[in-house]
C-alpha cells in the first residue's frame, strides 16, 4: 500500500486481567521472533558473564571522578553533606501494615526511597570528593538495608503464599524495588569495596550473602510471572527487573556456572518480552512506563554489550531501533507526552538515556531530544535515576552538554501494534493543533476503559485531555480498578449510552481500523462498537478523527447506529482550561473554541483533584464537558469541531 493510502488493522490481541499486579500487555500478532536467542548462542552467552565486567571507574580511579564538571562535583558532594545531616529513617510493620490495612502505599514507599537516596547520595559523594568522610555513614546505610526484612514494597507481596501484609521472610520473591536494591548495593560495593572492607571485611560478604539469598538464587530457581513464562507477554516489569538482576548477577555472583545460567535465562526474559511487541516497537503502557520498558532493555543491552566486549550487540536491531524511537513519536512539546493507560502527560524523562540509546542506534533526532530533555530545566541540571543510570549519565555529562538539541516534532507517527496515531499541523513546530488518538482494545497493563479516546493540544499546550491515573493504591491494581473514575471511559473522550460505559478485557476492542496521512490530513477510523458491552445496545459506532492541517482544526465524526431506542446519549470532552459557553461553541480559554453539533445540549461539570499526583499535572481542577442527545434516534451522525481561540 502507498503511504497515502489506508492502512488496516485487525483487533488487537490483549491477555491480561486486573489482578494484584498488572504484570502483562496486550499481546500483538507478531510472530516469537525469540530475537535474541537467535543472535547469541549459549557459549557467547557464558563468555560475556566471566565476572570481569568494569564499565565505570571506581573511586580509587581518580582521573575520571576528578574531571567531571565542577558544578557537578560541587552539587553532588553538597548533597551528601546534607544526607549526613539527616538522621536514617525507620521502616515499622504498622507503616508496612498500611497497604493490606486502608490500600495506602505511599507513606512506607516514600520512607523506604528517602532512605534508598540517602545511600546513593552519600556513595556519589564520596567517589567525587575520595576523603573517606562518608564511607561510616554508607556503611550504616548498607548495614540498615541488608537488615531490611524485605527490600521490596508491601504493594507487591501479593506474590508471596502469604499474601499482602507484613513479608514472609522464608518465601523471598523478587520484584521490581527489590531486584533495584540488589543493584544498587552491587554499584555501591563495586565502587568502594576496599574503602569498605576497611571498616569491616564483614560488609562486603553481607553485601553478597543478602543479595543471593534474595534476588540470585529465587530468579534463577523459580518462574516468576514477571519473566514471561506463561501467560500473555510481560510488561515492564520483566526488562526493569532484568536489567537490576543481570548487574547483580555479573557483579556479585562469584560462581561462574551460576552467573552463565542467570545471563541465559534473562535473555530468555527478554525476548519474551520482546516478543510482545509489534514492529513499530509503540510501548501500549504510555511514554512514563517507557522509562522502565524500552529504556531498562536499552539497560539491558547495554550490559550485555559491555560484559562481552562488544561481542553481544543487540542495539542494531530493527526493532530495538523502534521501541527506542517511541520515546519520540509519544512527544508533544517541552514536558508533555501522550498519556494513554496509566502514564502522566507532564513528563520529566531521561534525557541522558535517551541521548545514549540514541547514539547507540545512531538516531540523531533521539539524540538531540535527549540533549533537549536534559537540559530544560537548566543549563546544569544534572542525572537522577538509580545508580544503574547516574553512573553512566555522570561520565557523559560534559558531551551531553555539548551535544545538539531540538525536542522532538515530528509531523505524524502511526503504530498501529498498539493502535495509536498522533498528528501535528507543522513538523517541527509547536504552533497549531496537535492530536492524538487511540483505537486497540481494553485489555492493555496499566488499562484504562479509553477505545476511542483522543487529546488536543493548541501551541504545545492541553486543551483536550487524558486525565491519567491517580497515586496508586490497593485499589489501583485489584478487581476494583474500574470504580476508579479515571479508568472509566465515562471520564474519557468516549461515548456512552444509556450511562453504559466500556468494558474491560482484551474482547473489548476496537475493529475496522484505518488510518491515513499526507501533507495536507492525518486521519484514524475505527468502529467503537466492540469495546462496549452488550447492554448498550451498540450495532456500530463509526468514529474519524482527522486533522486537517490547512484549517488546523480537528474533526471528531461519530455515525451510530442502535439496536433499540436509547434515552439518551452523551459525548465526553475533558479539559483542564476553564469553559465559556456560546451558541453552539464552547470557548477552552484562549486554547480552542468546540463547535458541536446544534442538537445536543452541553453541560459543564468541575471535578476538584485532590490527589497529589493529578495535581502536579492539572493544578485544583479539570472540567468534564458533557454533549447530550435526549432520546436520539436509532441511527444518527455528529461531528465536532475543534480550532485554536
Aim: charged share 25%; proline share 5%.
Amino acid at each position: 500500500m502507498t503511504r497515502r493510502g489506508f492502512l488496516s488493522t485487525s483487533a488487537l490481541l490483549a491477555a491480561p486481567q486486573t489482578r494484584v499486579l498488572a504484570q502483562t500487555r496486550t499481546a500483538t500478532a507478531a510472530p516469537k521472533r525469540n530475537l535474541l536467542a537467535s543472535l547469541w548462542s549459549p557459549g557467547q552467552l557464558a563468555a560475556a558473564a566471566n565476572g570481569t565486567l568494569h564499565p565505570y571507574p571506581t573511586a580509587r580511579d581518580r582521573a575520571p571522578w576528578d574531571s567531571l564538571p565542577p558544578d557537578a562535583r560541587t552539587t553532588l558532594i553538597a548533597a551528601g553533606e546534607h544526607q549526613l545531616k539527616s538522621p536514617w529513617e525507620v521502616l515499622t510493620a504498622t507503616g508496612a501494615l498500611e497497604f493490606a490495612r486502608n490500600g495506602n502505599r505511599s507513606r512506607y514507599e516514600g520512607t523506604r526511597d528517602r532512605r534508598r537516596n540517602k545511600l546513593q547520595d552519600l556513595v556519589i559523594a564520596e567517589c567525587v570528593e575520595a576523603k573517606g568522610r562518608f564511607v561510616d555513614e554508607i556503611v550504616n546505610g548498607i548495614w540498615l538495608t541488608c537488615e531490611e526484612s524485605f527490600w521490596g514494597v508491601p504493594a507487591h507481596l501479593g506474590a508471596q503464599r502469604a499474601r499482602v501484609g507484613l513479608p514472609d521472610v522464608t518465601e523471598p520473591i523478587v520484584e521490581l524495588f527489590g531486584a533495584e536494591t540488589a543493584a544498587e548495593l552491587a554499584w555501591t560495593l563495586y565502587l568502594l569495596e576496599p574503602q569498605l572492607r576497611g571498616v569491616s571485611p564483614l560488609v562486603p560478604e553481607r553485601i553478597r550473602l543478602e543479595t543471593e539469598r534474595r534476588i540470585l538464587v529465587p530468579a534463577l530457581e523459580r518462574d516468576f510471572s514477571w519473566m514471561g513464562f506463561t501467560g500473555g507477554p510481560p510488561n515492564n516489569w520483566d526488562p526493569w527487573i532484568c536489567s537490576n538482576w543481570l548487574t547483580a548477577a555479573l557483579l556479585l555472583e562469584r560462581d561462574e556456572k551460576r552467573r552463565a545460567g542467570a545471563v541465559q535465562k534473562i535473555v530468555r526474559c527478554l525476548d519474551n518480552f520482546l516478543n510482545g511487541y509489534a514492529d513499530d516497537g509503540g510501548c501500549d503502557e504510555g511514554p512514563g512506563y517507557w522509562n522502565r520498558a524500552g529504556a531498562s532493555l536499552f539497560d539491558c543491552l547495554e550490559l550485555l554489550h559491555q560484559a562481552s566486549g562488544g561481542a553481544l550487540d543487540a542495539l542494531h536491531q530493527p526493532l530495538v531501533h523502534q521501541i527506542g524511537l517511541y520515546i519520540c513519536r509519544a512527544h508533544i512539546a517541552g514536558e508533555w507526552y501522550t498519556n494513554f493507560s496509566d502514564a502522566a502527560a507532564r513528563l520529566n524523562v531521561d534525557g541522558d538515556l535517551i541521548y545514549r540509546f540514541g547514539r547507540r542506534v545512531n538516531d540523531d533526532a533521539m539524540m538531540r531530544h535527549g540533549a533537549y530533555a536534559a537540559c530544560l530545566h537548566g543549563e546544569k541540571s544534572l542525572p537522577g535515576g538509580s545508580l544503574s543510570r547516574q553512573l553512566p549519565a555522570l561520565f557523559n555529562l560534559a558531551e551531553l552538554r555539548r551535544a545538539p538539541r531540538a525536542q522532538a516534532l515530528l509531523r505524524d507517527a502511526w503504530m498501529p501494534g498498539i493502535g495509536v496515531m498522533a498528528a501535528r499541523a507543522r513538523e517541527t513546530s509547536v504552533q497549531g493543533l496537535y492530536i492524538a488518538a487511540e483505537a486497540g482494545n481494553n485489555g492493555k497493563s496499566h488499562n484504562h476503559n479509553d477505545v476511542g479516546n483522543f487529546i488536543i493540544y493548541s501551541d504545545g499546550l492541553p486543551a483536550i485531555i487524558d486525565v491519567g491515573v491517580e497515586t496508586y493504591t490497593a485499589k489501583t491494581f485489584s478487581p476494583q480498578r474500574y470504580e476508579i473514575w479515571t479508568m472509566q471511559s465515562a471520564f474519557h473522550n468516549c461515548p456512552t449510552i444509556d450511562g453504559v460505559m466500556q468494558s474491560a478485557g482484551r474482547e473489548f476492542a476496537a475493529s475496522d481500523v484505518h488510518y491515513r496521512q499526507d501533507g495536507q490530513s492525518a486521519e484514524i477510523r475505527m468502529d467503537l462498537a466492540g469495546a462496549y458491552p452488550k447492554e448498550a445496545n451498540l450495532e456500530s459506532w463509526k468514529r474519524t478523527i482527522r486533522l486537517d492541517r490547512a484549517r488546523n482544526q480537528v474533526e471528531i465524526s461519530d455515525e451510530y447506529s442502535l439496536n433499540r431506542a436509547a434515552n439518551e446519549i452523551t459525548l465526553t470532552l475533558m479539559t483542564p482550561c476553564r469553559v465559556t459557553q456560546q451558541t453552539g461553541t464552547l470557548v477552552l480559554e484562549n486554547r480552542a473554541r468546540v463547535d458541536y453539533d446544534p442538537s445536543l445540549t452541553p453541560s459543564v461539570e468541575e471535578i476538584k483533584l485532590d490527589d497529589a499526583r493529578l495535581h502536579g499535572v492539572w493544578g485544583e481542577r479539570v472540567y468534564r464537558i458533557l454533549l447530550r442527545a435526549a432520546s436520539p434516534a436509532r441511527q444518527g451522525k455528529w461531528t465536532t469541531r475543534i480550532s485554536q481561540a
